[in-house]
């Protein structure tokens, strides 16, 4: 996936970029296996309100590092909503679709909806490695520190992992995929199996992953100023209605009261 892609999620964007910059970088290679990249948001609030953010997360585990809440994030099933205010920087380790299963194996429906300590799974304390990290002068020199303290606990690969991890991508690439039995088709797996191995690695269901990425497209698509009944087709849906009950459900607004919200904040 092109990090630029991963700017889906960021809910209405164009404001965002006005309160906040977000820069993504690769990992080392001995990390790709885990890690999908590192973002860094930075934000300089003072003398303005405070800025309301909200995201569709992606189907990954995060490690934030933010001073005074550095925390393990599990993936958050629904809108996700960040208040910055005043001035600061947060550096966060999103990691590869199941690949946080290969730390202790445990269900991965444990952490959803969940946060955790870091030093439950890393043998250091979270304030501790805020002080490293944030003690460096540069990005390069704060994520050069931050993967010196991630490798202090690699977990062996799991091959499952890539297997699922084909599996979105081919989400991702190929919009008419709108239903769990295209997947079972595409990739001769029952949906016993598939259900399965999406909860125990990842946290949510295949269908979530299908609808989460179907909303990363429609919100982007909207606040380009896609027309709704061509976008809700485009997306698999029989008719605008459905689409419309199913965006809401998720965004919280319908489809056209996000479209008015869009041209308001452009």
């Known amino acids: 996936m092109d990090l630029n892609d991963l700017n889906k999620g960021i809910l209405q964007l164009e404001e965002a970029k006005r309160n906040f910059s977000i820069s993504r970088h690769e990992p080392s290679e001995n990390l790709r296996?885990?890690?999908?990249?590192?973002?860094?948001?930075?934000?300089?609030?003072?003398?303005?309100?405070?800025?309301?953010?909200?995201?569709?997360?992606?189907?990954?585990?995060?490690?934030?590092?933010?001073?005074?809440?550095?925390?393990?994030?599990?993936?958050?099933?629904?809108?996700?909503?960040?208040?910055?205010?005043?001035?600061?920087?947060?550096?966060?380790?999103?990691?590869?679709?199941?690949?946080?299963?290969?730390?202790?194996?445990?269900?991965?429906?444990?952490?959803?909806?969940?946060?955790?300590?870091?030093?439950d799974l890393f043998p250091f304390e979270a304030e501790w490695a805020e002080n490293k990290i944030f003690s460096q002068v540069g990005i390069v020199q704060k994520l050069e520190c931050l993967?010196?303290?991630?490798?202090?606990?690699?977990?062996?690969?799991?091959p499952n992992v890539n297997f699922l991890n084909r599996i979105i991508d081919r989400i991702i690439e190929d919009r008419c995929i709108t239903r769990v039995d295209c997947l079972v088709e595409k990739f001769n797996i029952s949906q016993r199996t598939l259900q399965r191995m999406f909860k125990q690695y990842i946290g949510v269901s295949p269908k979530w992953v299908i609808n989460r990425y179907r909303m990363h497209e429609a919100c982007i698509s909207i606040e380009n100023g896609a027309d709704i009944t061509e976008l809700s087709l485009g997306l698999g849906y029989f008719d605008q209605s459905h689409f419309s009950k199913d965006f809401k459900a998720v965004i919280g607004k319908s489809p056209k009261a996000y479209a008015k919200l869009s041209r308001r904040s452009s």
């Not at 550096?91 to 299963?101: D, E």
């Not at 993967?147 to 799991?158: C, G, I, Y």
């Open 33 to 119: 296996y885990l890690i999908r990249h590192y973002w860094i948001v930075e934000w300089n609030l003072n003398g303005e309100p405070p800025h309301r953010q909200e995201v569709l997360q992606h189907p990954g585990v995060n490690i934030i590092f933010q001073r005074g809440h550095s925390r393990i994030n599990g993936i958050e099933s629904k809108k996700s909503t960040y208040i910055l205010q005043g001035e600061g920087q947060i550096i966060g380790v999103l990691y590869r679709p199941g690949a946080f299963h290969c730390y202790g194996k445990m269900p991965m429906t444990d952490l959803t909806d969940r946060t955790a300590r870091i030093s």
């Open 147 to 158: 993967e010196a303290l991630l490798t202090r606990n690699l977990p062996n690969p799991d």
